[in-house]
């Protein structure tokens, strides 16, 4: 009884407080908002903005609004966190593997990679690669061509620019059919192996679908899809599909810092395996490639997958290093449009909505996958 | 240190109606970077023996037993096992593996299956059976070690000697020839032991050809034809097990036994 | 059983040297990079592409580098330029200071080394070292600020890795309690000190650092009445410290769980209220249980301070990006960055050894 009186108390006491100083804090922002003459609201978003953006996912001229401006960079946050993700997550895994492969020197140079990258702050890479690697490549008129139609230079790399025709729905159709065919396959497969103990080769028969494709394009009337290459016109490129330096450096820096983290998590999973399991599977008669499909992995990312979703979160938040170096993205459009018209609560409160979401859909996604690898304990 | 053995006494009678050599060691040397673990072992193994292999820590006794199936590799000298000589080539390795069951101190059993499937993994995956004919094998050996109502359950909620035994129906699923065990019984509380030794003398009674790096004497005496002492990386003497009680031929022998009887 | 009189001497068989090729050099060099056709493969592969980075980036970086001279003899030049570094030395270490004070934060770094020391060779007892490391602050502020009978310097003018350094311990320093509060706070049963940490720990670890600094350096002046303004550096620390807090806090939550449930149960029945119990009791062991991870906090905080040029502050970072825009020595960019990554470097890698000598310390001790 007394204990509760206590606890109501107490309640009382830090709702009170935190009314209080939230009142307080209400009270002088709105004083020193109108001292300032700064507005409030999100009226501001259907204003014609004016901002120069040069790199966004969908058509956007300068004419538009500052709400659209800001979705252009809601839109490439998005878009460097996807891709991000996925490109961090091969490069870790991989360079996870080479860490506890038994080569000495792919070890110890995936080593080095690692130590370097973790212990030097993402922006540092980040300038690093923008002001150096990306800036001393050769000028337009003398740039690498590794492949036909791609061009690097200082200002960007040049890829063909895909225009997509008729036919290429029918294309994409069809292999939407057979990847559903080759799934459906897989799941008749597994039935097979239950009963007969042997499966279906669902690889073999994945690999001659997929020749239909090829085919069919071959055999469809007129291009599937034309590319439109980028041409060297006086001192530039013109047309063609373009990586800005700034989207480059960001991807590269982004990926190679999150990769080192990745490959540690991806480490330390495999080594959480008892060496004693490997050698019970192999002490069957289990080929390396089975002992790591079904002994080694399942239980390598039971650890793996708690530790991957923080770096997965930290990649969407570290986007944000954009706005130093000009990249585009949600801050940096949103510090722009804070230094044209003050309304940093609007903004700032967009942010960490929009943030806040990504985090908590990333999250959701890696704890369902978390929660189908759990091992029961006594 | 010894334990009541379920026949005190009398060696178990057997059947071997196939006879013929199934392991054989033939000078075989191996080190551990610069260390000489094993140095001229030479043994040959009948098809249906039993034999226990016993020695002070360090002796090189599990060393021997991971050699022959493929555990371990080995420098020098030659290992063949049911015919097939062991190479460093991968494939025979494995069918050799195939046919020779291990039983591991620490268990060893895949902590993220469930213990019918921990027996059934073997027998799908490598032997291609289908899963039907894979779970009733299963639960064949699992009742045999007296287990079968724990199929669905996974490792981590068993005890240690149900674990143990597990292990070994996991082995036997795979129908080898040659069972090897390196110290079975030395991770188990003194309550447990007796269960999984239990179960390892009635499988004494099959055909199938068994090594057991063991300390358990009583087991020795029970179910051995052969005892080998190895110290120090050799084979010092081996006897059958009155002999080999009663009348040890070396020194070092007797000092062994003095130690643990 | 006697050793009896016909036991024969057992003669043990020598030990042979291991065969040639299983040992030595080429006994490791084919068990460790060329066991197999795959690994053998990877094994070229790898010294192929050391081979062609290496001197190159050798040639570069020292044989070919100036060491001293100026910017002509650099230009002259095709390897590193280090006499840019040399030259700009003090910006790197300390921004703007003046060159006539430059002796105060000398010292305080000369004590930060000898305290740093102190703790990793523990010349002294943990809670002598809790003291020395709270003091530090005060006394580096005092040494570098001014006031009394030292000029007071102001803090526009305080920059480079000494801003740094100072952003990440009092970080540090201020974190850790709050986070500590904050944890126990979130373990609390009373709904509303419950909900009131959960509300702060979960929205400032779910956004970027950038998005607290621009709340800290542009929307905290809004929120403070017109005469209660304080100056960048100090917003921007208070938005380093919130944001630590609320990643301590999670720490210590973790430490917190691993505490068994006994030692509350025994504080409680030896009549210790809920503040000494914690004091005494619960957060030491908590701390200890996490300590690696805690140190991989100050790590990453020690890292994210070069986020603070975004807002304006001439951190180590800020500093060589502004150094390296002299126009006397211009294209010297690639010398700075990765004189300041050696520098980070340094010092993170060797706070992570520290961590896993530890980590170590403390399993022996399990």
Known sequence: MHRNFVNLIIQAGVVGAVAFISWTLFQNTQANLEARNIASGFAFMSVEGGLPINDTLLPYEPADTYGYAFFMGVLNTLFVSFLGIIAATVIGVLIGCARVSSNWLVSRLAAVYVEILRNVPLLLTLFFTYVVVLASLPHPRSSLAPFAGVFINNRGIYLPDPNVHAGFWYVLATTILIVSILFILSRISKQRRDETGRGLPTTRIGIVLLLILPLLAWLLPGPIVDFEFAVLKGFNFRGGLVLRPEFSALMIGLVLYTAAFIAENVRSGIQSVDTGQVEAAKALGAKPSLTMRKVILPQALRVSIPATTNDYTSLVKNSSLAVAIGYPDMVSVGGTIIGQNDQAIEIIGLWMAVYLTINLVVSAVMNWLNARVQVVER | ?261 | MQISDTARVFTPLPSEPAPLGTVGPVGWLRSNMFDGWFNSVLSVLCILFLALVIPPLLSWLILDATWYGDAETCKAGSGACWTFIGHKIQVFLVGPYPTSEIWRPAAAAALLVVLVLTTVLRLARTSTLVVLWLLYPCIAFFLINGGWFLNEVDQSRWGGLMLSIGLALVGILVSIPLGILLALGRRSRVIAIKSLCVGIIEPVRGVPLITILFMASVMLPLFLPEHMQINNMLRVQIGIILFSSAYMAEVVRGGLQAVPNGQVEAATAIGLNYWRMNYLIIVPQALRNVLPSLIGRCIALFKDTSLVIIVGLLDFLGSAKAAAQDSNWLGYDAEAYIFCALIYWIICFGMSRYGRSIELRGAHRD
């Open chain 2, 1 to 261: 240190m010894s334990h009541e053995s379920p026949s005190p006494g009398k060696t178990i009678e057997r059947n071997t109606s196939r006879g013929g050599t199934i392991v054989e060691l033939s000078n075989v040397d191996k080190w551990f970077g610069s260390f000489h673990v094993l140095k001229k072992i030479n043994l040959t193994v009948q098809r249906g023996e039993r034999i226990v292999i016993c020695g002070p820590s360090g002796s090189g006794k599990s060393t021997l037993v991971r050699c022959i199936n493929g555990l371990e590799e080995y420098q020098r000298g030659t290992i063949t096992v049911d015919g097939t000589p062991l190479t460093s080539d991968p494939r025979e390795i494995e069918r050799v593996r195939q046919n020779v069951g291990m039983v591991f101190q620490s268990f060893n059993l895949f902590p993220h299956m469930s213990v019918l499937h921990n027996l059934t993994f073997a027998p799908i995956w490598i032997r291609k059976m289908p899963k039907r004919e894979a779970e009733e094998l299963a639960m064949h050996f699992l009742t045999r070690v007296r287990i079968a109502d724990q199929a669905s359950k996974f490792p981590g909620q068993l005890s240690g000697g149900q674990q143990q035994r597990v292990a070994i129906a996991r082995t036997l699923c795979m129908n080898p020839e040659i069972l090897l065990f390196d110290e079975p019984t030395s991770a188990l509380d003194p309550e447990m032991i007796k269960e999984v030794l239990d179960v390892m003398v009635e499988l004494a009674r099959e055909e199938i050809t068994m090594l057991c790096v063991t300390h358990e004497m009583g087991f020795a005496r029970t179910v051995a034809d052969r005892i080998i002492f190895m110290d120090g990386g050799e084979i010092v003497e081996e006897n059958d097990p009155e002999s080999f009680f009663t009348r040890p031929v070396y020194d070092r022998t007797q000092e062994f036994l003095k130690q643990i009887i």
